[in-house]
């Protein structure tokens, strides 16, 4: 199993109002479809699966939010492919060993573009950022 390529197809970044105050941001990620794609690195023994995701970062109180939606592209031998298809078809579940694989690499791309938009438009980022402390200050010995 391969991923073998990303596509946003879709970025909004909204900001409703100024922020103040606690604000709670929760994301969220869910594959809405997967299908077979005919790509020319494919070949009889291996096929493309397109996972079509959409992350959605909502900030509470409701000053803002962040949505995306694009596709990962993922190789897998032909008969995998299938049941992985198939299963997706029967009940929209993926199987676990394939889903961790799948979301990291949403999530990994999302929220890189979700923190470049959040500044773009003045809003909090939307996964912790670290930050520095201020040192103490050493006791004096006497």
Same mark, same amino acid.
Request: proline share 9%; glycine share 2%; no cysteine.
């Given at each position: 199993?391969? $991923?073998?390529?990303?596509?946003?197809? &879709? #970025?909004?970044?909204?900001k409703k109002e100024l922020a103040k105050g606690k604000i709670n941001i929760n994301n969220?990620?869910? $594959?809405?479809?997967?299908?077979?794609? &005919? #790509?020319?690195?494919?070949?009889?023994?291996q096929k493309v699966l397109s996972f079509t995701f959409e992350f959605i970062a909502k900030y509470d109180p409701n000053v803002g939010s962040i949505k995306f939606a694009g596709d990962v592209l993922f190789m897998e031998e032909s008969k995998k492919a299938k049941e992985i298809l198939d299963g997706w078809k029967k009940d929209k579940k993926l199987p676990k060993e394939i889903m961790p694989h799948i979301l990291n690499t949403v999530l990994s791309k999302c929220n890189i573009q979700a923190l470049i938009l959040s500044?773009?438009?003045?809003?909090?980022?939307?996964?912790?950022?670290p930050k520095l402390q201020p040192a103490q200050s050493a006791q004096k010995q006497g």
């Open positions: 199993m391969t $991923i073998v390529g990303f596509n946003f197809t &879709k #970025l909004e970044a909204e969220n990620v869910s $594959i809405k479809n997967v299908e077979e794609k &005919k #790509l020319s690195l494919a070949n009889d023994k500044e773009q438009v003045n809003l909090p980022p939307p996964i912790p950022l």
